[in-house]
């Protein structure tokens, strides 16, 4: 069992900036490959972004490619979203995701085993 629990989240002017943080406890950070992804009221959950176990790759959507950033502190058993240049079309409920898959990333949620509650992000024009 991996717990993941988000924090970071808030109410923020279009054009400031952000960053998530998700800690892991339970089982070794280091044994996964983790994610972050996004919901909207009223819309389907979408891929942010993605990270291997060692940090050396990386995957994000087209939507938030430029203005966020995920990255991971395997000592600290912490993984980040960096966000840039928000807008008001980022507004949603953020979560992280643990993956134990091995492989290319993928943008799917599909793989991912454990997820935490989400932190809310609100981003006003």
């Known amino acids: 069992q991996v717990q993941l629990v988000e924090s970071g989240g808030g109410l923020v002017q279009a054009g400031r900036s952000l960053r998530l943080s998700c800690a892991a406890s339970?089982?070794?950070?280091?044994?996964?490959?983790m994610g972050w992804f996004r919901q909207a009221p009223g819309k389907e959950r979408e891929f942010v972004a993605a990270?291997?176990?060692?940090?050396?790759?990386?995957v994000s959507a087209d939507s938030v490619k430029g203005r966020f950033t995920i990255s991971r502190d395997n000592a600290k058993n912490t993984v980040y979203l960096q966000m840039n240049s928000l807008k008001p079309e980022d507004t949603a409920l953020y979560y992280c995701?643990?993956?134990?898959?091995?492989?290319?990333?993928?943008?799917?949620?599909?793989?991912?085993?454990?997820w935490g509650q989400g932190t809310q992000v609100t981003v006003s024009s």
């Open positions: 990270i291997n176990r060692s940090g050396s790759s990386t």
């Open positions: 995701a643990a993956s134990s898959a091995y492989g290319s990333l993928r943008p799917g949620a599909d793989e991912y085993d454990y």
């Open positions: 339970g089982r070794a950070f280091i044994g996964y490959r």
